[in-house]
């Protein structure tokens, strides 16, 4: 049970839905130990323990929350403490997208894939690459995002790429595929349609 207790997070922040397992097959084990060993504890002892206890989560939450500002100032703080924080170097690449710093927001999603390669990050890196004018790179980028997940978004955007790149006959394929898997997505029925007109 000690590594799901999430004392030092695995990955990204605690999330206090991870402890319920967890602290259920704790509170288990402690109970059985004592009625085993037939502990005679101290109750005054019992509630210094508990006070230490929620004294000590308390300090380190209350910590945490001040690396706290904004989603970027998190991700910063976690990439100088964690060279390894995939999700933290994500959240750097989505956030430098937003602010329209294209060019920086390239190698946060490349070391961030090169860590832990998921849809999330090869989107960034292909919403980056396309900004930039990369429009191969980012077509890249796009169907390496499919092949970890489906998300509607990366859909949308490599369509509007192969729409000016791509053969008219792998177009339509796409957007057969596309619209298959999210038949109420309004912006592709948009793209087809000006696919479809422009054909």
């Not at 799901?4 to 991870?18: N, R, S």
């Not at 927001?105 to 832990?116: C, L, R, T």
Request: glycine share 8%.
């Amino acid at each position: 049970l000690g590594i799901y207790l999430q004392i030092l997070p695995l990955d990204m922040t605690a999330c206090e839905g991870w402890f319920y397992f967890s602290m259920a097959g704790l509170l288990g084990a402690i109970g059985i130990i004592i009625q085993t060993y037939k502990f005679k504890l101290n109750p005054n002892y019992i509630a210094l323990i508990i006070v230490i206890l929620i004294g000590v989560l308390g300090v380190r939450t209350a910590i945490r929350g001040t690396n706290y500002r904004n989603q970027y100032t998190l991700a910063i703080h976690d990439v100088k403490v964690s060279k390894d924080d995939y999700f933290a170097m994500n959240n750097l690449s989505q956030t430098l997208i937003d602010r329209k710093q294209f060019k920086e927001a390239v190698p946060y999603a490349q070391q961030s894939i090169s860590i832990y390669p998921a849809t999330s990050n090869y989107d960034n890196l292909g919403v980056a690459l396309e900004q930039i004018g990369d429009y191969a790179g980012a077509q890249k980028a796009y169907e390496q995002a499919l092949k970890y997940g489906e998300m509607d978004i990366v859909y949308e955007n490599l369509s509007l790429i192969l729409m000016m790149y791509s053969s008219p006959t792998s177009t339509e394929q796409f957007f057969q595929k596309a619209l298959s898997a999210y038949p109420h997505d309004f912006k592709l029925w948009v793209y087809f349609s000006l696919f479809e007109g422009a054909g």
